[in-house]
């Protein structure tokens, strides 16, 4: 464990990234942590507690995940892919929404999808889960709402000043959506030993996670076609994350909770992304070992 | 029970999941650190780590008690410094930092500067990279520094944010010290002398990112900071080195025979440079000592405060858009 720890410093003090993760074996409970009860911001990594709280509420029987919303054109929450940018009325079913949400990170559809769940619906969610240190204070729209504001009139383009970057709320965990490392593999655990919902709902959130169409993060760690990677990712400027499950063919599966802020604030750094595989496999090698 | 002391022990631990490096990390034996982690134990009625053989667990009740020992350590630790520097009116002691490649001049600068404005407050003053001063705010042994950016910071409040221009320091005889400006790309016979990695390691990679988007991928990187040293590859060992305007002035008594300072063509690369402490600890001392060190840098280097004109294009997994 030791030298996995020395391993895991070593990537990502190569990649000029702080680093932050916890990695549980999913039927042990064998463990590696690297700073993983450190506060960390969640950003759209907390869409995954968003799909927790759709799901319990769905088992409950409070909301259809086939009924079908309208999300006119105008008003949705800004972002690069899904529903964010798609330019026509549309009409989904919340379950697809939730597909959007977990694929490519929409901002509209989990802003919709929180609409309809609630913020405190989410915290109840994650704090039933005994996940003390996740809470979110505010939607995905308000969130990118403070990074606006903060970055000022310049917009985005501020965004690679590092003194625009030391005042962003966003980025201070006491000020936004914020968890652990070692509570987002709970997290995980729970969905995948169905203890955070009913089997069928539990299959759902399985499968779209394992939609995430991002191939740079986790999934570059594992480059094999009999191993499943599961996750979801979380960025924000200089701020990059993934929560993921791997699943081995011999059985073996692994909560993996990566949490990285890089030294660059450049928005393009493919060694940022790739250090996150690099860490959960040196951990995922590691519980094996053990 | 020294209860600030206990939870330090506490926190290093659950940090480091080890009692060893836990130990190291805090300068003491192991013996003694496991024997507070229990005193702390038996007083708090908890049990807060699992112990096997292998590795030392954090127990979900230390996970729950974590992050107020956190807390509480942070508070006491800003409760010392401010008591340190009112003991005796604005009296005390204010540790500061500076990197390395600052001129003498602006060091010289800061400390009258910071004197003058505060002769009551004592100014421990050291040679810091900027990983270094980034360890020593977190382990709460620096109040204030400079550092080069890019670098993490998290927790950090930071001062204007300025740019020395960096330019090529060539031997006089080069071909390429008769040109106005020198295109990175004609570097390319040299061998590159930069500062060592571990002082501020983005940094490091981003100018080896942009030598080599400009046409500039050298065959050796050899790293050093002692101007002597410098020195004396370029003159004997086929190597240029990337270093600021303001280190080199042309025009004085004491300039360099056998080194010559030329621009980069199309001013590809700077040094971005600002005053730092950490968020929610500054004072009239910490903010003296950015305004001094900031002032000092505008006033004998050449700085500006214009972020360069490059566009930002995001690309779709940004995952944020404004």
Redesign the interface.
Known sequence: ??GA?TRLREAF?AA???GRLHAVDIDSGA?I???????VVT??VHKLCLLVALHQQAAEGRLDLTERIDVPAAGRA????GL??MLDPVRISLRDAAYLMMA??D?AAAEVLLTRVGLDAVNATTARL?L??THAVHGFREL?DT??ED?GP??????????V??RLRA??PARTNRS?P?DMTRLLGAVWRDEACAPEHGAAIRRLLGLQV?P?RMASGFPFDDVHVAGK??????LRNEVGVVEYPDGGRYAVAVFT????????LPAA?AVIGTAARVAVEALRAA | MDLIRHLECFAAV??E??FGRAAERLGMAQPPLSQRVQRLERELGVRLFERTS??V??T?AG??L??EARELLARSEALMATARRIRDGESGLLRAALPPDIAGETVTAILAEFQERHPGVELELGELTTSQQLAQFASHDLDAGLLH??????G??????LRREVGVLLARDAPEAALDTVPLAALTPYDLILFHRAAA??LH??VLTTCARDGYTPAAVRHGQGASFIRGLILSANAVALSPRDAHPEHTADRDPDLVWRPLTGAPLSW?L?A?WP?GRSDTAVRAFAEAATRALRETSDVSSE?PP?????????????
């Open positions: 464990m030791t720890l003090d000029g990234v702080t463990e942590s690297a700073g993983g009860d450190r506060t950003a759209s800004p972002g690069p892919t964010a940018a490519v990170s901002n005994g003390a240190h990118l990074v606006k970055a310049e917009g985005a383009q501020a965004l690679t000043d590092p003194y970057i030391a980025l201070d652990t070692r991002w740079h990712t979380g960025s924000l400027p200089t802020r890089a030294a660059g604030t450049a928005a393009t992304d | 659950a940090e999941s080890h292998r590795q667990t954090i979900k996970t729950l974590l992050a950016h890019p670098c993490d910071v998290s950090l409040e930071l001062g204007p944010v390691p983005a990679d981003d971005r600002s730092a968020r972020p490059h566009p930002l294009r995001l690309r779709p997994a940004s995952e944020y858009w404004l």
